[in-house]
């Protein structure tokens, strides 16, 4: 009850408070000077304390609140922690103020006479509770907030202090949100390893004995929820170890099944795809390869497509149209090892392989029209105009007027062929730079693409974007330029332009490729797919 | 460093005061409002020693008096540079001798008008230029280059090129001017191994660096490839952060006092550093809102917020859409007002500007506090 009431008095007090001050109250004061005085320093002070500082506070009156808090502290003999704190913490908020106002005369004035009070008053107030108790807790925790807002050598000290504190608190205490609290702010800070090992200890207490596995669940859930995927992963991890330790842990994994589903790529929504690919795999350490069926082996092929993890998506697709060669997804999973081995893996053989598979089906789709273009394109490339002509030839016969964004593409290599004239400069520098061995120093590290969404429909609009890493020009911005290539759909971006916006009329896998200039030459290449559905 | 007779620690800020609405062609040498005698006051104040200048101006006059009035009433010397031709359109022909011969004349030119002025601390050949060696920026060439076709071998032929130039000015000021040391102003190291070999005659390697909140190993690595006195010419933080969309005074601050203490650590006789620093200048005194859009008048008018280099050193927006993270409107330590004083913007303090003149005005407290803990 003590540390809930704490709990509650101090979190009201970190914030602005929202009372006037009125002469009625500063009368009203001396009231509360006394009450403070003869109360015990227990319990009792809090609402108290919270009463006297509250107009102080709205009106950033620190000096005068830090001067009341001192006067009592005198009369108490120092020996009163939650005064220390209310002390230090009105000094924390003064200079909080000072930096958001520029008040640059005083801060740099008096700054380090309030930094020392700050120091003293939270030493002291350490020292005078125990360490299970909260005040303890927020002691450290606005101490290490202190530090770490001056970046000074104390501040791996103070955070240390933190951690210990807390570890200490977990032992006895029954009330774990000033656990979370704590890990909050140090994540907010952006300490994510160390906010973890708080987490740990929170979810050390969320996961006693008597938890049930059901009830970790659905706060690792609310967590994914509220976006905090750190801690929902270290609660679905401790989910995990329960189910894995259960006799029956083969019947877990349909929910391991959900819990990657949930952290997979999509284009809206929490995601982290390391995470979803991590549980994948455990599914397949727990429950063989068998274990996960043609929805699960799509839902990681693309996760890890769009993790950029080439070798592993290709593997996934791969394993995909081996145990599931009829499956929905097979014509685009076999396109896309077409592209994957072709241009990304500089295997133009092993990905003809792909594309011919899909160009002798009998039937049409967008991803067989596709591999026709395709395999035009690469015989064009070698010179092979012949060839290339009848994989063109048998495009336009079979897309029967349909898809005609890749029947436009057809006829514009069509017609080079037929008047003689070189390749499209932008498709054939992107090719020699994909395929050609001498240019295998562009190997898409120095630029990259991401579209938004990378699932669209016919006629939305698909953002593409790039960014590309230069050499060394200081303070000069290299002046790139962007050669688009490939499905660009209903755009046309000129090479000024490092982003656009297009869309498709037709469906199946489109292809964007990038190559990125610098001045003395090419700067790297990049390659993506966006699935038009 | 010895300057009138006494040791010397730079304590610079790069100088061009370019009011709210003006771009790089103002002539603010000219300007009757005078922006020096304020801004001077300021520095004064903030314990600034010197200021660096860029370029000098057509009227060697003026910049004498600029040198000569800054230093008589507020003791505040210059260093002065020299852009060799960097930004002339369509690029710097180094390899060609008529623009050689016409960068060399101008140079010289300016060291003969000022040489006398006791406010001159020493001269600084280019800034970034080592960069247009690599082929990124300001790219240039000459009929040998175009036949070689190996990249890297272009590159040092360029670098052989650049840097023989500079020394030929560097050994040309000597003749005219022994008093005062000759600087190559370089971006990083890039291309000082080339220096080593074609540079001989420069005394000082005045340093480009924008690494984040320290130098790395710099110092180190400059005693190894070409080891000569060093002056972090430029260097500093930008105040806004433009992933937060709003100004980060603290974070600016925080930066140019770690760089800092990193230059007083590596100063002449400090054990705990490598001894070959001579100071720095911090990039800048004064905002200077044409630099974003150079080409739009309206857009001079305005403090634009929008990233216009990556540096991911500058790790607190670098997380911004497009990674472009550096506002190079927001790098002066102080602010400029809409409000006019004295003629010219009014200037508002960042905080950068009283945090380094804490630390200034008991450096070796400041590292021993920062560097030991209680």
């Known amino acids: 009850m003590k540390s809930t009431r704490l709990a509650l008095v101090l979190f009201i007090g970190t914030l602005n408070f929202t009372l006037c001050l009125s002469a009625q109250a500063e009368d009203s004061s001396v009231a509360l000077s006394k009450k403070i005085m003869d109360s015990q320093c227990d319990a009792s002070i809090y609402p108290v304390l919270e009463e006297a500082a509250s107009p102080y506070f709205k009106d950033h009156k620190y000096n005068e609140y830090s001067e009341y808090i001192n006067s009592l502290l005198k009369q108490k003999k120092d020996a009163c922690p939650v005064l220390n704190y209310n002390a230090a913490l009105a000094r924390f908020n003064q200079l909080k103020y000072l930096e958001e106002s520029q008040g640059w005369d005083e801060y740099f004035a008096q700054g380090n006479d309030y930094r020392d009070q700050i120091v003293s008053n939270l030493a002291k107030a350490i020292e005078g509770t125990p360490a299970g108790d909260t005040l303890n807790i927020r002691s450290r925790l606005l101490l290490w907030q202190f530090h770490r807002d001056q970046q000074d050598v104390f501040n791996e000290e103070a955070l240390n202090d933190l951690i210990a504190g807390v570890t200490e608190y977990a032992k006895s205490a029954q009330d774990t949100a000033l656990i979370k609290e704590v890990a909050d702010k140090i994540a907010a800070y952006g300490e994510k390893g160390r906010s973890k090992e708080i987490y740990r200890i929170y979810v050390e207490k969320l996961t006693g004995a008597d938890v049930k596995p059901e009830d970790l669940k659905q706060a690792a859930l609310n967590f994914y929820k509220e976006g905090n995927l750190d801690l929902s992963e270290s609660v679905f991890d401790a989910y995990i170890d329960k189910l894995l330790n259960s006799p029956e842990k083969e019947r877990s994994v349909p929910e391991f099944l959900e819990i990657a589903a949930l952290f997979s790529y999509k284009d809206t929504g929490n995601k982290d795809m390391p995470y ?17 069926g043609e929805e699960q082996i799509y839902l990681r092929a693309f996760n890890l497509e769009k993790s950029k993890d080439w070798p592993g998506a290709k593997d996934a697709y791969a394993e995909l149209i081996e145990r599931y060669p009829e499956s929905k997804y097979a014509q685009r999973a076999t396109f896309k090892l077409g592209v994957i081995y072709t241009y990304i893996l500089r295997d133009k053989d092993g990905g003809s392989n792909y594309f011919v598979k899909l160009a002798e089906k009998d039937n049409i789709s967008p991803e067989g029209i596709s591999s026709l273009y395709q395999l035009g394109l690469l015989n064009q ?22 898809f005609s964004e890749t029947q436009s593409l057809t006829n514009s290599r069509l017609k080079e062929i037929e008047e003689g004239k070189p390749l499209d400069s932008k498709l054939q520098v992107f090719l020699d730079n994909s395929l050609k061995e001498e240019n295998s120093q562009f190997n898409m590290s120095r630029a990259s693409l991401s579209l938004n969404p990378y699932s669209a429909n016919m006629g939305s609009e698909v953002a593409v974007n790039s960014s590309a890493i230069s050499g060394a020009s200081g303070c000069m911005q290299v002046e790139l330029q962007y050669l688009w ?21 037709d469906p199946g896998t489109k292809v964007i490729n990038l190559l990125v200039l610098v001045p003395s030459g090419t700067l790297d290449r990049a390659l993506d797919f966006v699935d038009i559905e | 460093m010895i300057a009138g007779g006494k040791p010397y620690i730079i304590k610079g800020v790069c100088y061009n005061p370019v009011p709210a609405g003006q771009n790089f062609d103002f002539d603010w040498w000219s300007d009757k409002s005078k922006p020096w005698l304020a801004d001077g006051e300021l520095m004064r104040q903030m314990g600034v020693n010197t200021i660096r200048l860029y370029q000098s101006h057509e009227d060697l006059n003026e910049v004498r008096l600029v040198i000569r009035e800054l230093y008589e009433k507020f003791g505040i010397r210059t260093v002065i540079g020299d852009w060799l031709g960097f930004w002339e359109y369509p690029c710097p022909f180094y390899g060609d001798k008529a623009f050689q011969d016409k960068v060399k004349k101008n140079v010289l030119e300016m060291v003969v008008a000022l040489k006398d002025e006791p406010g001159v601390l020493f001269w600084v ?14 790219p240039w060439s000459s009929d040998e280059i175009d036949k070689e076709p190996d990249a890297q071998k272009q590159k040092a032929m360029r670098a052989k090129i650049y840097y023989s130039f500079v020394n030929d000015i560097a050994k040309e000021i000597h003749k005219i001017d022994p008093n005062h040391p000759v600087a190559l102003g370089n971006g990083e190291l890039v291309g000082l191994e080339f220096a080593k070999d074609y540079c001989p005659d420069i005394d000082i390697v005045a340093c480009i660096i924008y690494r984040g909140k320290t130098f790395g190993n710099l110092f180190k690595s ?37 760089q800092w203490r990193q230059i007083y650590a590596n100063l002449y006789n400090n054990k705990s550093g490598e001894g070959n620093c001579i100071g720095g200048s911090v990039f800048e005194w004064a905002d200077e809102w044409w630099k974003h859009n150079p080409s739009d008048s309206e857009a001079w008018k305005a403090h634009d917020t929008e990233g216009g280099w990556t540096n991911g050193s500058y790790y607190y927006d670098i997380k911004v859409e497009g990674g472009k993270n550096m506002n190079e409107e927001w790098f002066g330590i102080v602010a400029l007002s809409e409000q006019m004083e004295q003629g010219t913007n009014k200037r508002i303090p960042r905080k950068a500007y009283y945090v380094i003149r804490e630390f200034w005005k008991n450096p070796y407290l400041a590292l021993k506090k920062k560097g030991n803990k209680k």
């Open chain 1, 276 to 292: 979803a690919e991590k549980i994948f795999a455990l599914i397949e350490s727990v429950g063989g390869k068998e274990a996960l």
């Open chain 1, 381 to 402: 490339w070698q010179g092979e105009s012949a060839k290339a002509k009848a994989y063109y030839s048998k495009l336009i016969e079979k897309a029967q007027g349909k």
């Open chain 1, 485 to 505: 290539s490939g499905d660009l759909g209903g755009s046309s971006p000129q090479s000024a332009q490092a982003n656009f916006n297009t869309s498709y009329k």
């Open chain 2, 125 to 138: 050949m280019g800034n970034e230029n080592n960069y247009s060696c690599l082929g990124h920026v300001n």
């Open chain 2, 222 to 258: 400059l005693k190894m490839t070409y080891d000569r006195p060093v002056f972090i010419a430029e260097f500093g933080a930008d105040a806004y952060d433009v992933f937060a969309g709003k100004e980060d005074q603290n974070m600016q601050a925080f930066f140019l006092e770690s």
